[in-house]
């Protein structure tokens, strides 16, 4: 297990699932070690804010600054937020593991 609890053998099927923030779509970059911007660098996120949930379909990667501005809130109203409107993140454009929790 990682240090958030989240199985191995999961943690590999979500890093090649997730290739990409399954908010906004932005490609992850590695941690920059000089103190550069984070924002871009791949964070753990409970889709349903619920860390007792650690299954495939709750468990995903986003980029730093989505995960920043979802923090607790709930994912529908996160998705109509100001945030969301201005990165162009919809209930269409998110990843279908998303998708699956705006039903």
Not at 9 to 37: H, K, P, W
Not at 71 to 89: H, M, N, P, T
Request: hydrophobic fraction near 40%; proline fraction near 1%; glycine fraction near 6%.
């Amino acid at each position: 297990m990682n240090s958030w609890g989240i199985p191995l053998e999961m943690e590999t099927a979500i890093r090649e699932r997730d290739q990409a923030c399954v908010y906004c779509g932005i490609a992850f970059l590695e941690a920059d070690a000089n103190g550069g911007s984070r924002k871009r660098v791949a964070t753990w996120e409970h889709i349903v804010n619920d860390a007792r949930i650690v299954t495939l379909e709750n468990i995903a990667l986003c980029c730093n600054s989505c995960n920043a501005s979802k923090g607790a809130k709930e994912l529908v109203v996160w998705v109509a937020s100001d945030y969301c409107q201005r990165k162009g993140i919809s209930r269409d454009s998110v990843a279908s593991v998303v998708q699956a929790h705006l039903v």
